[in-house]
């Protein structure tokens, strides 16, 4: 295996495909089975270095390319940022990363490119220490400085302020231990701790998910951890898992998922009612509903009914529900520290173009309320079209709902704000970043 081309073939991909980055580096890594840990294990430490540094490296690497990065061939320029992650990030040896990136060049077939890494790369060897710092405004320099895109930064900025936005940009450049949450139609959060214990070194219980375990400490992958076949445990993070409290199910309800996915908070929300009550999935995805199937069985539910159908479009007949999530499909930018590919694959049009679907499916949501019913429209992003707007145009095109909610969970109380709305924020919570709001239907 050659670590350096695997990682430069994820990367080409994080740019050519939406799908997702791990599923990527899982796909690659898949075709290397027999190569030694240590090599998977730096395949993908350069992937997530690349993508977490990228508009630093680039900043470096403007200073001592002779031609501007912009006319460069990307694969060109992809070889380059692998060998400036090497000699900035991994502090691997100057005269054995160029040498490596040379090679990774002559065995891409890029011959006509490999005087220029040769050349790019031992002047960045020797003198990238002495660069000059970013320049220009707050936001042109700390989206430098820490690999974020500057359009975001800017928001950020003029609604948060420089000490809280650099916090939270600082905070998704550090990785998060991975997060399991038990998955308690099958087992409790303490008998998953007894069967990890023995592979995890430092398990740890987060303030914000009752039955989740923090991989603290060494472990291995965790796709080779037990239980996940037998459904006691679900890769979440602890901000998701907390949605899920937020949407106030109990047994017996009638509750809709309208924008399932891949189940993990649908299959939570099944333990929350200790499958007794409806659910109903809902995915408009034939390849999705398939796999979401699948896992909600893996995880013992048996009080749910997947539905193929576009949320904004639903089949008559369903009737009422006294609980609804609308987990919407959304820009992603509260999962930055773990999604470092989707900085670069989002513009600033994009908040904007899916708060429109965004809205369609929470007015869809409202229209299923049993009186006295409520639903919860959550992101996992950071800017306000999405969150905040959408909610304000919500209530002005449902003037029947109310922004309140239940008694909340003790742990949750934390992160609910003066406005009525729930988030969560890395380096305040240590999880990813989640935007909830909940929307009671007033009983006529």
């Known amino acids: 295996m050659d670590p350096r081309r695997a990682a430069f073939r994820v990367l080409g991909q994080t740019q050519d495909t939406p799908r997702r980055l791990e599923a990527l580096l899982d796909e690659e890594l898949s075709r290397h089975q027999a190569a030694a840990p240590r090599d998977r294990a730096f395949t993908a430490n350069l992937v997530y270095t690349v993508l977490r540094q990228r508009a630093y490296l680039d900043h470096l690497l403007a200073a001592f390319v002779r031609r501007p990065l912009d006319k460069l061939d990307p694969p ?27 090679n990774l060049a002559r065995s891409l077939s890029l011959h006509a490119a490999t005087g220029l890494v040769n050349a790019s790369l031992r002047a960045l060897a020797r003198g990238w220490r002495q660069a000059p710092p970013p320049a220009g405004d707050a936001a042109s320099v700390l989206a430098i400085r820490y690999s974020h895109p500057a359009w975001l930064v800017a928001e950020l900025l003029e609604r948060h302020g420089q000490e809280e936005t650099e916090a939270w940009l600082l905070a998704n450049q550090q990785p998060r231990p991975p997060a399991l949450r038990a998955g308690t139609l099958r087992v409790s959060r303490e008998g998953l701790r007894e069967l990890l214990e023995p592979h995890c070194q430092d398990l740890r219980q987060h303030p914000l998910a009752d039955e989740s375990l923090i991989l603290a400490g060494p472990h291995p ?14 890769m979440q993070d602890p901000g998701a898992t907390a949605i899920g409290h937020l949407v106030g199910v109990q047994p017996g309800l009638r509750v809709l998922d309208l924008c399932a996915g891949a189940g993990g908070k649908t299959g939570h929300l099944a333990a929350l009612m200790h499958n007794q009550g409806e659910l109903i999935a809902v995915e408009p995805s034939p390849g999705r509903a398939k796999a979401l199937t699948e896992n909600l069985a893996r995880l013992g539910v048996t009080n749910a009914r997947v539905l193929e ?8 007949g369903l009737g009422r529900f006294d609980r609804v999530l609308v987990d919407a499909p959304c820009t992603g930018l509260g999962v930055l520290g773990r999604r470092p590919d989707l900085r670069w694959r989002r513009g600033p049009g994009d908040p904007a173009r899916l708060a429109g679907l965004q809205l369609a499916l929470a007015c869809a949501a ?5 009186p006295g019913g409520a639903m919860l ?4 992003t950071v800017t306000g079209a999405e969150n905040e707007d959408v909610v304000a145009a919500l209530l002005a095109a449902r003037p029947a709902l109310r922004l309140e909610w239940q008694k909340m969970p003790d742990n949750l ?11 969560t924020q890395p380096q305040v919570d240590a999880c990813d970043g989640f935007f909830a709001a909940r929307l009671a239907l007033v009983k006529a």
């Open 76 to 102: 060109v320029l992809a070889v380059l940022r692998l060998g400036a992650a090497e000699l900035v990030c991994l502090r691997t040896p100057d005269h054995a990363a160029v040498h490596a990136a040379v």
């Open 377 to 380: 429209y959550a992101t996992c």
């Open 309 to 316: 159908a576009d949320g904004t479009n639903l089949p008559a």
């Open 413 to 423: 109380l934390a992160c609910l704000d003066a406005e009525g709305f729930w988030r």
């Open 221 to 234: 992958p965790v796709a080779a951890l037990p239980g996940f076949a037998e459904g006691l445990w679900q």
């Open 366 to 370: 409202a229209d299923l309320l049993a």
